[in-house]
């Protein structure tokens, strides 16, 4: 009864919800769903070929097949979002609460170097950043990490000054409570939900700049299946062969928009101050 | 009402000097050229190579002698040569009633300017005008005789492939003001004008020995997109356009009916490097490996379309150093290359896929950039040396990378596309294999091949030196010492409005008087 009622009061989120647990279920049985054909083997005799039964998506330049790279595709563009999102979220809110919790020197240092990042147009930074490191998954990751933790540690230093000076907070710190536990019964738990709305609504952007990075070839490395890289791949065949790029572009614009949807969703059953939220 | 009248007069006066002048206009043959821009299109022989070759690419300067299709020398501004026997004093008699595009004769004195010239400004720019013609050569001229003579320092058996080097054409030095845009030569085309990084207007150059110029205007645009080039040709934007390299745009072009594609076998050689220095100078390993690859089927592939001629010396087939005496020991053979490297013992032990050696798995790096389908060559690679157990770690940048990643060892395969011919002999190019060269850039050695350069560099009889050759290119096959991508083709492409057009083997002539206009 209860759960017919959230449905009803949620639709959206739990459709999204629903849509963006079968994405990730593409992605762990990639292998099984493309029937055991490999994403990375082609044959250069059978390039460049329109769908077809045989090909459903078709094939791209080194003969491989479309279909099954997508679906290979989502593993590599769904787990670097993840881990992207999970470090910028963990390293900006860790240093958003120190910054807004002991304030001083430490809020200075902090909250500058997060404005030096800011500085620069984000994934112009990250660019700089990938070329310097050289280009592969992981640098794509450290690099819009880099320009994105700011983010998370301003919102989380503002949420804690906001409580720092409470009653409530004061009267933790008489009675003795030492600064890790201030820390991690009071800080956190009242920045992460905010926290966690900006996070869900974020992974649609990021998996975009990861996207972009391996389009500019800073990101994933061939023959790495990726959605961005594909993308690039197929960008001189636009006219000619455009399914090169229709079928990863469709799956970056289909992923993004769950995400981005199944974000607005959490935002409306987490955020204390929409009208429906508990 | 008067005002009006008056307004309308204007207009109509106006509308009939157009019509009265456009019978003028339509009768003007002008072509529109799309063409890539390099060096900032600035045409200063002496200044950058790539300048000299603009300035002969744009039918503004021309030199004593050409390279036709089989990058054999025929005289063009010289009409005939003679020389002493050991290569040292060459007397070159010119071509009578050459003037340049100003009205100046091209008298024997004016070309030994021009060759003075270039080297004296030489150590400015980055031409390097003293490998074609050394800065100790001195030029006599006789004007009398019509002659220019050359004295060499030491012998040079190349001397007319180096003095058809662009960066040697002749060229007006005295009257010319401004040599970044408006040399003066003796090409069937002159600059009208130029807007920078756009283009320029070319003129009919009216005192042109060769007879009639084609077209009397050539607007050349600047495009660097092969894309963009293509789809301003079908737009009708453009008329011609040279190099489209992009496959998928060059085959949407062919298979067009109104538009011709001409594609010639250029004298680029794509292949990657193989580093000595490292894993790869184990000999099994680097032999399986160049059997494993099906260079045919990649240069056959849509991916490449016709863009590559297969091939398996690091001199095209096209050119006449014997390619087609050469035996390739390392035909595509998989199954071969994989039992190569079993007999070796370099085997899967621990069943990951990629071989081992020495205990090590092989996982080799490869540097490549994206310019004339390299990557798509690089990706093909990899593709079949994971059938063979061989992990590659790609490592594709710019060009800068690629090349710093060259001349730092730090690479296993290293895919490139290089001249061969450029002055019409590979004497540069074969350095790149010979033990004593400083452009040496894999640690190839071998003494054979060494003894038969050092003999190359001093024979004259071009038999000899086409044998030579031939053997030096056996040795290389023998030795896998390259993975050869194929040799890159160039084109030019061209709508209705055009009669004829032709790229050349040598691509530094681009405008010539064979473009002509639909009749």
Known sequence: ?278 | MKKRMTALLVTLLLVMTVFAASPAYAEEKVLTFGCQMYSDGLVNPASQINCAWNCMRYGISESLFKFNDNMEIEPWLAESYEVNEDSTVWTIKLREGVKFSNGTDMTASKVKESLDSVREQGPNGSSTPEKYLAFEATVEADDAANTVTITLPKPDYNLLGNLAYPVMAIINVAETTDFDHEVIGTGPYMVQDHADLVGYTMVKNPNYWGGEVPYDKVEIIFMGDASAKANALMAGQVDLVENITNVADLQRLQDDANYTVDIASGVRCGFSWINFKGVLANDTLRKAIVMAIDNDTICASNTIGGLYTAGFSVLPSTLAYGYENLENPYAYDPDAAAAMLDEAGIVDSDGDGVRELDGQPIMLRYSSYENRLLNDFSDAHTMYLAELGIGINPAYGSSDDCWNDLVSFNYDFDNNNWTTVGNGDPTEYMANWYGKSKSNYCGYQNDEYDALYEKFLETADAAERANLLQQMQQILVNDAVVIVDGYYNSSMAYSKNVGYAHIHTADYYWLTTEIVPAA
Request: glycine content about 8%; proline content about 6%.
């Open chain 1, 1 to 278: 009864m209860e759960k017919k009622r959230f449905i009803q009061r949620y639709p959206s989120f739990c459709i999204f919800a629903v849509l963006a647990v079968l994405l990730v279920l593409v992605a762990v049985f990639a292998p099984q769903l493309s029937r055991g054909v490999n994403p990375i083997k082609g044959s250069l005799k059978e390039s460049i070929m329109p769908p077809s039964a045989e090909h459903p998506f078709g094939t791209d330049k080194m003969g491989r097949d479309i279909f099954v790279r997508v679906l290979y595709g989502a593993r590599t563009s769904l787990s670097s979002t993840f881990i992207l999102v999970a470090v910028v979220f963990v390293i900006g809110s860790f240093l958003g609460i120190l910054a807004g919790y002991f304030g001083g020197w430490v809020d200075a240092v902090i909250m500058r170097v997060a404005d030096m990042m800011i500085a620069f147009p984000g994934l112009v930074l990250a660019i700089a950043v990938a070329g310097i490191l050289g280009a592969s998954t992981r640098n794509a990751i450290i690099a819009i990490a880099v320009v994105t933790w700011p983010k998370y540690a301003r919102l989380a230093r503002s949420l804690v000054m906001k409580i720092r000076n409470t009653d409530f907070v004061a009267a933790a710190t008489v009675t003795g409570s030492s600064t890790p536990y201030m820390l991690w019964k009071y800080m956190l738990p009242n920045t992460v939900t905010t926290l966690v709305i900006t996070a869900a609504t974020d992974v649609g952007g990021m998996m975009m700049e990861l996207a972009a990075l391996s389009f500019l070839g800073f990101g994933a490395q061939p023959p790495t299946p990726e959605w961005g890289s594909m993308l690039n791949e197929g960008r001189n065949f636009m006219q000619s062969a455009p399914w090169l790029m229709i079928y990863p572009g469709l799956a970056i614009f289909v992923t993004v928009v769950i995400f981005n949807m199944l974000g607005d969703g959490l935002r409306d059953i987490l955020d204390p101050r929409s009208g429906e939220g508990r």
